[in-house]
């Protein structure tokens, strides 16, 4: 896959590459997780009419989260405090991660023998995963996309970074990326006009915006994979693991800000919608209680939105082991003058050069890495790699000396990282 | 169940079959008082003992605690008839009724007597008892009510204290309650009791029993032996039967009112009532089956299938009577037929006041969490109780029943012991037996001199929960204070090794628990050798968070076969039950779960649950973290992480040495003034790298931050290679 950006004369467009790439890596993800890999398909279709009629709408609605009013704002050096690819955990205490883990085995033994696979949100946030890391990622960030509470309620009150905080209802109502275009137009008149039960050509669009709602028993729904024709209800998404290369049945529920994802093998599941409709009833049974629970205790615990700002901090804390990101809210990123944030995307560029260079030369070793500019503005933009976390960091205040700013980091590593960036 | 079937089973009874299954068992052997020319057979509650008499002989045996060859003793008294015996408490004195309006008072230390009469010939005695009320001595119930004497030791008579006026039919008394319920009426209905307690004299309100009526017009009598007082769990009951309405109503006592408390139906025309252990047991005698109600619980459901009376071990042989009673459970029945002893329920049988101990079969009930319950109720034979709950925490975790249910399960063993630490009976034996065994035991303990001392200290409840079992399992019984190698020789197998298990039904009541069970892996029942020594010391069969490890998830990880996410999934119940009662959990329990998520790669998991310290922090887990990490190099980092969170310096520096890091370890070693890592090792390390640089840097390293370090030998070996190293590299850029 080959992304193609055309630089602008807007100052906007200045882009950090691996933020672009990660853009990229993102959409191939989540595609590969909804069709399976583009080669497979390739090989059944080889003119590629088949691939492109499925690529074609999915990064149209995919890239409709990026928009920005009528532009398409893809992430620029603005969101250099902000890392694609990673999951955003929450942070609780002792008795709420054990009710969460107790949970988790109800909902992971729901059908039977059989293993299922969960994920627990609660707002935009992860709160747990019995998925590979790889697998709670895609997850993770079409929930967030789609189906959050935030999501559901079409990003009203959008404040996490993978949603930009555009609605689709902006986006359609006109510009010229819409998918409104006659292409576009082409494919899915077809599509969505032809009657139920003879879907053969039908594209799912599994990124479509506004598609999901919440049914009564609490389990989300959607239409876009179409309607199961004997019991004429909305058939089950079913997404691919990349891990064990195993289709599974999507099926979200929701209580108040908790979100519940439970995969189910394809395989283990019989008699189709009858058998999903049956575990989504034992979960009900067994997990009710668990759940209101948990939401309880989630909820006496949230911070709120801006839960993890550190007042006098804009910073980006990734584990790149874990696939783990930190940041100050963004709502708080934007206060910071652009010089700074100039700054620290150069930085990152040049923190990214780094590490592929490390990587290259010596497979395994892992590289600690301090740096500390300057901007013209005379803020300090900072980044410290060690022990494969990775901090970044713009202190505006810290207009002082190198010793004041490294203090900074010191005491941020020691509240905040667990001392993980002041081992010397 | 006959009692011929009963007559030929073999000791083994209890697990040959469920036709021989049963909840209660009759102890046996059972006391065989065969006296010659006996002429009656008392049983006073007051003192418990077991009295038959000639006409000029009284013999007295001790029921508790029961021993079936214990000996009687005899006194010898004037002749006469003799209606009824009761010793007083401190059986100094013996109150023989001689008449429905005399009885006699037998001094035993002087062989004296004398009497007391009915003031009027309209009164007659219905009987009488000894009390410990602080008001009087001796009671004495009549047609025309109570009189409460006090006796008076030097003058050898009864003062009368105070009488209380009214009709009286009949009446029940046990001492146990302190309670007499007093019958008036024409259907003998109508209440009025008295509690004659060490508090004083408590009248209770006055009531009227329920009884149904056959027909119209026709008004059943309530007789004597249609009531019972039962005392269960410190509250008194009166249980009547109501023959008509074929129920079992049951009343509670309180101090200001009396209220009924519902029914139980009865299967049976005569029925008897007992209480063992604070379980109802309702003996339905035409059905020969006994059922269990624990009446704690507000459920009128029985605990159990009703299965019948069993005698334990019993062979062929005869005896004049039994009184069953002992160790392992009994019901206190008097079987007063000679010859008969193989069959239950006679038709003969009286049944007394029982108040002894019954060994609860929990095999047969389905209902886990609540036999649990109803186990860690027992307050006798706590010991057993114990190991039953242990064992039945085994064995629906190895049948991998669904988890709700072992984690209920889990949610009562863990409340009962934080409710037993509340109250202290958790450490009740540990400490009564420090006492007795006291200095000695310090002295001789070997490697539990810290518990010991500490609990002699009296701060045993901070030491409990790190001390291990140790402590909980005080293996030392005062006898053996005495001998240090006697002591060392029977504790040394329990202390140290807990996997010292004896296989198969080696004691009797494991065999009935595991009878009903007769599936998988519970044949050959684990189980864990606790010499009955401790089994006295044991007031409470609560069950410590450290002896679920050790009996339950330790012996439970050596059993299980397939996915271990189960034991996972139990062990995230159990600490969401520790965390509730906020209770400490034992380091290994944690251990034990990272080897088990790592043993499923469930890595990520394993993350989540250190980062969310569902498993504490501790040195323990950290090196199991780096040992499982082995395989994970993200779960290695994590152990390495938690080593340097719990400042635990030394190790953290030789493990990033370990790792290669030495400059990280420098680093790390300068900036806590971490000495005690050999420089040997880092300079090794610096040396294996073949890089001479790092080996200098290492080397000035030393020399910098240990002030003699130049003068040592490893300053000069490996100086040498350094030199080495340099004249080589120096050759090889030639």
């Known amino acids: 896959m080959v992304m193609v950006v055309e630089k602008g004369k807007d100052s906007d467009a200045i882009w950090r590459i691996d933020a672009l790439r990660k853009v990229l890596k993102e959409v191939h993800s989540l595609f590969v997780m909804f069709y399976g890999s583009i080669r497979a398909m390739l090989e059944k279709d080889p003119s590629g009419g088949l691939i492109r009629s ?154 479509q915006h506004g598609k999901w709602y919440k049914g009564k028993d609490g389990f989300l729904v959607t239409d876009i994979w179409g309607v199961d024709v004997g019991s004429l209800v909305c058939a089950t998404p079913t997404v691919w693991l990349q891990q064990t290369e195993e289709a599974m049945y999507l099926c979200p529920y929701q209580f108040k800000s908790l979100t519940l994802i439970l995969l189910i093998p394809v395989s283990s599941i019989l008699n189709g919608e009858q058998g999903v409709a049956l575990v989504k009833q034992q979960l009900l049974e067994n997990a009710s209680l668990k759940i209101l629970k948990v939401e309880e205790k989630l909820s006496k615990g949230w911070g709120g939105e801006n839960a993890y700002h550190v007042s006098g901090y804009r910073y980006l804390l990734v584990d790149g082991d874990r696939n783990i990101s930190r940041a100050s809210p963004p709502g708080k990123v934007t206060t910071l003058a652009k010089e700074s944030l100039l700054a620290l995307s150069k930085l990152r560029d040049e923190v990214d050069l780094e590490k592929s260079r490390a990587k290259r030369d010596n497979a395994g070793c892992e590289k600690d890495l301090e740096v500390s500019i300057r901007a013209k503005n005379n803020a300090w933009a900072i980044a410290r790699i060690t022990g494969g976390k990775e901090l970044y960091m713009v202190l505006e205040k810290a207009s002082e000396t190198l010793l004041y700013a490294s203090d900074a980091v010191e005491k941020f590593s020691n509240r905040y990282c667990n001392g993980a960036f002041s081992l010397d | 169940m006959s009692g011929k079937a009963s007559s030929s089973s073999q000791p083994s009874i209890g697990l040959s079959g469920s036709g021989a299954l049963s909840h209660i068992y009759i102890q046996y052997p059972p006391l065989r008082c065969s006296i010659p020319e006996s002429r009656g057979l008392h049983y006073d509650d007051g003192t418990k003992l077991l009295i038959p008499s000639t006409s000029n002989q009284i013999f007295s045996w001790k029921t508790v605690p029961f021993n079936p060859l214990a000996t009687s003793t005899s006194d010898s008294i004037p002749e006469g008839p003799i209606l009824s015996i009761r010793f007083s408490l401190d059986t100094k004195l013996i109150a023989i009724q001689r008449s429905s309006s005399e009885i006699q008072f037998w001094i035993r230390e002087t062989s004296e007597a004398f009497s007391h009469r009915c003031r009027s010939d309209s009164e007659n005695i219905l009987g009488f008892f000894w009390t410990d009320c602080p008001l009087c001595d001796f009671v004495v119930v009549k047609n025309s009510g109570l009189d409460l004497f006090a006796y008076d030791s030097v003058a050898k008579s009864l003062d009368l204290v105070e009488m209380r006026k009214l009709n009286v039919c009949w009446y029940v008394y046990t001492h146990e309650s302190r309670l007499v319920l007093l019958a008036s009426g024409m259907q003998c209905r109508t209440f009025t009791g008295f509690q004659l307690s060490s508090a004083g004299i408590v009248r209770l309100p006055k009531f009227d029993m329920a009884m149904a009526k056959p027909e119209a017009n026709s008004k059943p009598v309530l007789a004597a032996e249609d009531v019972y007082i039962v005392t269960v769990y410190g509250r008194i009951y009166c249980l009547q039967v109501d023959r008509v309405a074929m129920l079992l109503h049951s009343y509670r006592f309180y101090r200001d009112a009396v209220v009924q408390q519902g029914s139980l139906p009865i299967y049976s025309r005569k029925i008897a009532v007992s209480v063992v252990d604070n379980v109802l047991l309702v003996h339905q005698i035409d059905a020969k089956v006994v059922i269990l109600y624990d009446i704690f619980a507000d459920s009128r459901a029985p605990i159990s299938a009703p299965l019948p009376l069993q005698s334990r071990g019993f062979p062929r042989s005869y005896s004049s009577s039994s009184r069953s009673s002992g160790k392992d459970g009994e019901c206190s029945e008097v079987n007063n037929k000679i010859d008969h002893e193989g ?247 944690y251990v034990l779960a990272i080897q088990l998520l790592a043993r499923n790669e469930r890595y990520a998991e394993l993350e989540s649950f250190v980062t969310n310290k569902i498993l504490e922090p501790s040195k323990e887990v950290a090196l199991q973290l780096l040992e499982s990490g082995r395989q994970n190099i993200q779960t290695r980092k994590l152990g390495l992480e938690m080593l340097r969170q719990l400042s635990l310096h030394h190790d953290y520096v030789s493990l990033l040495v370990q790792d290669g890091r030495y400059n990280e370890a420098l680093r790390y070693a300068r900036k806590y003034q971490v000495t005690t890592v050999r420089p040997a090792l880092f300079l090794q390390a610096a040396c294996s790298s073949n890089n001479s640089q790092h080996l200098a840097a290492v080397l000035r390293f030393f020399s910098d931050f240990i002030p003699d370090f130049r003068t040592t030998s490893d300053f000069t070996t490996y100086y040498g290679i350094l030199n080495e190293m340099n004249t080589s590299v120096a050759a090889t850029s030639f």
């Open chain 2, 343 to 589: 069959i239950i329920y006679g038709d003969n049988w009286t049944f007394i006041v029982p108040d002894l101990i019954c060994d609860a079969i929990a095999a047969s009930s389905s209902e886990t969490p609540s036999v649990l319950e109803f186990l860690q109720r027992r307050k006798l034979e706590a010991i057993k109780a114990k190991q039953l709950c242990l064992g039945i925490a085994r064995t629906v975790i190895l049948e991998r029943r669904p988890v709700s249910m072992v984690s209920k399960a889990i949610d009562v063993l863990v409340s009962s012991y934080s409710l037993s630490l509340k109250t202290g009976s958790y450490f009740k034996g540990i400490k009564t037996e420090s006492t007795s065994s006291g200095v000695a035991k310090t002295s001789v303990a070997r490697s539990s001199t810290d518990v010991s001392t500490s609990r002699i200290d009296g701060t045993s409840i901070r030491h409990e929960s790190t001390a291990g079992v140790d402590s909980e399992y005080p293996s030392r019984a005062s006898t053996f204070s005495a001998s240090e190698s006697e002591e060392n020789a029977s504790s040394a197998p329990l202390r140290t090794d807990s996997r010292d298990l004896q296989l198969g039904g080696g004691k009797v009541d494991r065999v009935n628990l595991t009878g009903a069970h007769s599936s998988g892996p519970t044949d050959n029942p684990v189980f864990v050798n606790i010499s009955e020594q401790q089994d006295s010391e044991l007031t409470s069969p609560a069950i410590s968070p450290d002896e679920m490890y050790k009996f339950v998830f330790a012996a439970v990880e050596e059993e299980m076969v397939g996915d271990p996410s189960y034991l996972v999934s139990i062990i995230v119940e159990f600490l969401c039950s520790t965390n509730m009662e906020k209770i400490k959990v034992h380091p290994n329990l």
């Open chain 1, 54 to 207: 499925h690529l074609y709408p999915f990064i149209m609605d995919y890239l409709s989260d990026f928009p920005v009013g009528k532009k398409l704002q893809l992430p620029s050096f603005r969101d250099c405090l902000k890392e694609r690819g990673t999951v955003q955990m929450l942070t609780m205490g002792r008795e709420a991660a054990i009710e969460v883990q107790s949970l988790v085995s109800v909902l992971d033994s729901c059908a039977g023998n059989s293993s299922c696979y969960s994920m627990i949100l609660f707002h935009d946030l992860l709160v747990s995963t019995t998925l590979s890391p790889d697998d709670t990622i895609n997850l993770f960030t079409y929930a967030v996309l789609r189906l959050s509470p935030n999501a559901l309620s079409s990003g009203v009150n959008s404040w996490s970074y993978i949603r930009r905080g555009s609605t689709s209802s902006h986006f359609v109502s006109g510009s010229a990326l819409t998918h409104s275009g006659p292409v576009s137009e082409q494919i899915y008149h077809s599509s969505d006009t032809s009657p139920v039960g003879n879907n053969i050509n039908r594209v799912t669009r599994a990124l």
